[in-house]
């Protein structure tokens, strides 16, 4: 029985070769899609998931309850970490967190490493494992560093690095140590990235900071012993904050803040570190969000669910061709369930033989998908036998449901019906009708999607952003000079070069840079009985000149004025917060010293993610600091023999040192990496939804034409012209399409609204979104159509009428 089912079923593919090969392209094209957005999410989902003790892990964070309202902070003061781990019970093992970039130097090789500066427990905690040396005790030594595998082979080559001395530079000086372990290159699904890790008592902050409880520039990690849930914990560290933070508490009430429902004013939190990948503090909220994976999985089920109603049409178009077939079985006596395990057979070859060339395309795709993504999930990640048993039988009840409806539909004709050759009632088809608004409500939902993700991000990089990013090339001081030094070098070499129009230097970047680095300083103090908070930046001359920042009021520092190592520059944002009607008569409070005066009030400019609103910012010329960034401005011609020059320059002053550099609309746009990536997804899935809707629209069409064709031979012999004709037979699909859009366009206006509330500047939601995306799908409704419809109309009716 068994073997006869499957002879004639491949008979009747083979048969029905066209329809046969473009069913298998449709769902061949939406196995293929899926399994790579399913590879990415599946990745995205994995993420830290792969530390032995990560159900125990957390990140710590402290809410505030200011009187602008909530924040969330993740930055911690030195002391912290010891005070919490003795004070609340509960802990088993804590490290502090701090990354940075540290020039490492063996012999005459000079390297910028991602570092990371922690506690003995960090290798405890976190399953990175030990290539060379001992993991237990790895940076009690305070001498001692652990290298990942691909820094090590950089620095030493094929030598053994256990055991050798590495000098970095922190804070102006070379520091040796000796390197006690080497630690493999974190996987792809890590949120914790290092190249070199060095003891927490090494980094630059700590000799300041160890007993100050002010000063806040590091993470902290902790591992609950087993038992000790987190709402529990941070219950019991209710009075640790209120002890510690005593003197905040006080300022935020005397400022007028209101305390959150259990009447505190801060309340320590604990982030699992399974969550890291996917949180957002937004509005003061701690927001778990992975809408990410989830638009990558609703594209791909939206797909595949496209295919398989495309799957479910073309084969209900094709089945007139079998009617007498099913008449004849039933007249020798055919059973229903007979039928039914034939037609569902059929089915069932389709979805194994689409599945099988699915994978195999994936796995062609796999290496652009990656690039095209910035995604480093591969197909291994599907390779376990719970996902490949799990897909099979997706598949088996895929096809059933999928393949069994038209089965079923067949096998219950009569079969007076059958030997007829009719099908059915010409008449109102709710199934069909309700198929075609649900594929082009995704199809408008999908391309309305495209053009505001674009339209956005179009709108960040066209933004004027306050300062000029055309023209401004930046760079990280990696080298192991100075970096006061470095600038003033940078500027005697570049001074005869007429194309390079100033040079300056700061502590932070704007935009992302090469090197990847994205950070910020906040400082915190009392003026005139309030507490204020400002974004900090450490500048070197001629930084308003650089960027070509605007002025509101006042002046920039000046290299003939020594008292200017005194001054501050603010922005607007600080002056309004300040609430100073003459902000250059204000002095910032300095500790014991007089303070700083502000010579200068710059108009807002966005030195954060454009995402944000802009914030208070404070900008100092402090020659204690070191500046991490230069920043060259060069003439609009010759720009790219003026980024040659600064190459040059820059690696004749730092001749061991990788130059960096970019210019600040490219730091831009590297901000942008999220949504050109979201972009990039929902545009390559509305131009699959499109050509799959499209050969569904066409399997419906051939449906009702091929009803209608007796209809359309009588219409044309009494007169009726292909005009008419056409336009009768395509007026229903066009109609089921404008309910289609009328549908799909709150749905769509408000997952946009939702998405773009994320950003503080972002693009207006015109009605023109909306509107392209109804006539572009109603356009490719009407070709679609119209490919299958004009030739029914032009067909001779003498061969349509002769059927009987």
Known sequence: MFKNYLKVALRNLWKNRLFSGIGILGLSIAFGVATLLTMDSLHELSYDNFHTNGDRIY????TWQTPKGTEVGTSQPTPFAEALAFEVPGVEKITRFLEEEALTIYNEKELGLDAIYVDPDFFEMFSFPILQGTKKNTLVDVSSVVLTKSSATKLFGSESPVGKTVTVLINGKNEPFVVRAVAPDQPENSSIEFDIALPFEKNPEYEETKEHWYAQYHEVY???EEQVYAKTFEENSRSFTNLHYEGAVENLKRDGALPNQNGDFLQLGLLPITNKRFVRYNKGYVEISRAKVYVVLGVALLILFIACVNFVNMSIAKSAQRLREIG??????????????????ESLIVFI??????????????DNFQTLFKTGATFDILLTPILIFTTLLLVLLISLIVGGYPALLLSRLTTIQSLKGK?????????????IILQFGIAILLISGTFILNGQIEYMRNKDLGYDKEQVVSFPLNGKKNSYDTVKLLREELKDNQDILAITAADNNLGRGKDGSLSSSVWGFDYKGKSVRTNTLVVDYDYVKTLGLDFKEGRSFDFEREND???????????????EHEPLTVQLPAGDSLGYAVIGVVKDYIFQDISKAIEPLTIFLNRESG???????VAPSNMADSFLAIQNAYKKIEPNAEFLGSFLDENVDRTFRREKTMAALVTSGSIIAILLSCVGLFAMSMLITN???????????IGASVASVTYLLTKDFLKLVLVAFVIATPISWWLANEWLKEYANRVDLSWHFFAVSGVLALLIAVLTISTKTIKSALANPVKSLRTE
Request: positive net charge.
């Open 59 to 62: 990140q710590v964070h402290i």
């Open 222 to 224: 902790l591992q609950l």
């Open 328 to 345: 004849m079985r039933k007249t020798l006596g055919a059973e229903k369930r007979q039928l039914f395990f034939q037609f569902w057979g």
């Open 353 to 366: 033989i689409s599945l099988g060339i699915g994978v195999l395309l994936s796995l062609f795709l796999e």
């Open 423 to 435: 099908l059915g009632s010409s008449g109102k088809n709710h199934l069909r009708d309700g198929l």
């Open 565 to 579: 190592a005194y001054t501050v520059i603010i922005n607007e944002s600080m002056a309004k917060e300040l609430e």
């Open 627 to 633: 500046l991490t960034y230069a920043y060259v401005r």
């Open 707 to 717: 009803q209608r064709i007796k209809e359309i031979g009588i219409r044309k012999v």
